[in-house]
């Protein structure tokens, strides 16, 4: 019963927050940030242990493998957009692995901290599965790399639009590769409001990222 009732308590705010964002489309307003503000005003008003809620959604986070794989649909459709452009795309993930690794390990010894929060922020940009999976190889705390990855999907998510005002980014694939490889599957969600090609071309940078993310930790990690 409790299982169910955070499932069905976790999809019911989550909708709430679509609704709200549907209406006002303000960026700062993204569903999942309201989300986790709103489910953690009513775990703290009502008085609810985060361990008693968890119960249920830990299914929903154990779901979010399967899940991703239907980000493969915008994907497919734009496939031959996809192939014609697949070495710049290859560049602009390649690029983003890059800033996000090194932008990681600087800041990290910038402030002092050793080297399990480096393994815990190191796949800070890829979806919450794959991140999860990599911290444990490299001995990071899996708790912390949760936090940065939502972090990173939702700031993503939120600031990408004045990004691609600022930098007048016209090419959707290119907005899509920015956005895929920098804020994962949140950040997708945004890029399927951008239009087609945009979504394929972020899911394709998101599973690119998080492939090379993992080799890469394996390799050097």
């Given at each position: 019963?409790?299982?169910?009732?955070?499932?069905?308590?976790?999809?019911?705010?989550?909708?709430?927050s679509?609704?709200?964002?549907?209406?006002?489309?303000?960026?700062?307003?993204?569903?999942?940030?309201?989300?986790?503000?709103?489910?953690?005003?009513?775990?703290?008003l009502?008085?609810?242990?985060?361990?008693?809620?968890?119960e249920?959604g830990?299914?929903?986070?154990?779901?979010?493998?399967?899940?991703?794989?239907?980000?493969?649909?915008?994907?497919?459709?734009?496939?031959?957009?996809?192939?014609?452009?697949?070495?710049?795309?290859?560049?602009?993930?390649?690029?983003?692995?890059?800033?996000s690794?090194?932008?990681?390990?600087?800041?990290?010894?910038?402030?002092?901290?050793?080297?399990?929060?480096?393994?815990?922020?190191?796949?800070?940009?890829?979806?919450?599965?794959?991140?999860?999976?990599?911290t444990k190889?490299?001995?990071?705390?899996?708790?912390?790399?949760?936090?940065?990855?939502?972090?990173?999907?939702?700031?993503?998510?939120?600031?990408?639009?004045?990004?691609?005002?600022?930098?007048?980014?016209?090419?959707?694939?290119?907005?899509?590769?920015?956005?895929?490889?920098?804020?994962?599957?949140?950040?997708?969600?945004?890029?399927?409001?951008?239009?087609?090609?945009?979504?394929?071309?972020?899911?394709?940078?998101?599973?690119?990222?998080g492939?090379i993310?993992?080799?890469?930790?394996?390799?050097?990690?």
């Open positions: 019963m409790t299982i169910v009732l955070s499932i069905v308590v976790t999809i019911a705010v989550y909708a709430l679509r609704g709200i964002y549907s209406k006002f489309q303000w960026s700062l307003l993204n569903p999942i940030l309201l989300a986790i503000i709103l489910l953690i005003a009513m775990l703290l009502v008085k609810i242990d985060y361990e008693f809620y968890n249920g830990k299914w929903i986070t154990y779901l979010l493998g399967p899940i991703v794989v239907f980000l493969a649909i915008p994907l497919y459709k734009q496939v031959d957009k996809i192939r014609a452009n697949f070495i710049p795309i290859m560049g602009g993930v390649m690029a983003g692995i890059i800033t690794v090194v932008s990681v390990i600087a800041l990290c010894r910038l402030f002092g901290l050793d080297e399990t929060y480096i393994a815990s922020l190191y796949a800070k940009s890829i979806t919450t599965p794959l991140a999860i999976e990599v190889l490299t001995g990071g705390i899996e708790s912390l790399t949760i936090v940065a990855v939502i972090i990173t999907g939702i700031v993503g998510a939120s600031i990408a639009p004045m990004v691609i005002k600022v930098g007048r980014i016209k090419s959707d694939i290119a907005k899509g590769i920015g956005i895929g490889t920098a804020a994962h599957g949140i950040g997708t969600s945004k890029a399927i409001e951008i239009g087609p090609e945009a979504a394929g071309a972020s899911g394709l940078a998101m599973g690119l990222t492939v993310t993992v080799l890469l930790a394996a390799i050097f990690l």
